[in-house]
């Protein structure tokens, strides 16, 4: 099952600089999304979401785009800072269910 | 900030041996949901709970598997019989109404011997 996809295991990227984590699905019939963040023996917090009406959500530092057509999210953090060393999921919702679809998740490092 | 509780936070079990993992959702939530986390694998739905009764379940979650509301704050997931691959993360989760964002707890590590 391979829904919702993170390609990229591993993100390594500069404290102040951007990080920006990718995800794809296959199923048009998602309409929500959202991205979580995970440290180690803690569960999935989640960071930010955006509805499929929208292309764009901003919330402070994150910001997630939606490309429907390209059937792609993607999430920016601006600045990194090393608090932000995590696990990123990225998880999507289809619209009548209630399980969220995750990805495999995407392991970021920002480097002081 | 209010927080989805889960105890225990391990919990080592023989198998064939039934396990209770509990969790108390935010209290003013409506939407209840298990999660569990294979190591290396995807974190998968198993089930979802609302005005006492299952809403939605996966094909993972068979017979062994039940959940139950036992009183106003503790939502528990049981596995009657348990086998080696139920070793897993379990998370338990929780939302407002549907389609709001899930929290989750920091889960149950379940180990089976």
């Known amino acids: 099952d391979q829904q919702v996809k993170q390609n990229s295991p591993s993100l390594s990227v500069q404290e102040g600089r951007i990080s920006i984590l990718n995800c794809d699905y296959t199923n048009s019939m998602f309409d929500y999304f959202l991205w979580y963040k995970k440290y180690p023996a803690e569960g999935p917090t989640f960071l930010i979401s955006?509805?499929?009406?929208?292309d764009k959500n901003e919330d402070g530092r994150f910001t997630v785009f939606l490309n429907k057509s390209a059937k792609h999210l993607s999430l920016h953090i601006v600045p990194s800072q090393p608090g932000d060393s995590a696990v990123y999921f990225c998880a999507a919702d289809q619209g009548g269910s209630e399980k969220l679809v995750f990805g495999k998740g995407t392991k970021l490092t920002v480097n002081p | 900030e209010p927080e989805v509780t889960q105890t225990p936070s391990h919990q080592v079990t023989q198998m064939g041996q039934e396990v209770i993992l509990r969790c108390v959702p935010i209290?003013?939530?409506?939407?209840f949901y298990w999660y569990r986390q294979i190591l290396g694998q995807k974190v998968e739905f198993l089930v979802s709970?609302?005005?006492?009764?299952?809403?939605?379940k996966s094909e993972i979650f068979d017979d062994q598997f039940s959940v139950e509301r036992p009183d106003g704050s503790n939502f528990t997931l049981k596995i009657r019989s348990t086998k080696l691959e139920d070793s897993a993360m379990y998370f338990c989760a929780s939302s407002e109404v549907k389609s709001q964002p899930q929290h989750f707890g920091d889960g149950t590590r379940l180990s089976i011997l």
């Open positions: 209290s003013n939530h409506l939407y």
């Open positions: 709970f609302y005005n006492n009764e299952i809403s939605e």
């Open positions: 955006i509805s499929s009406i929208k």
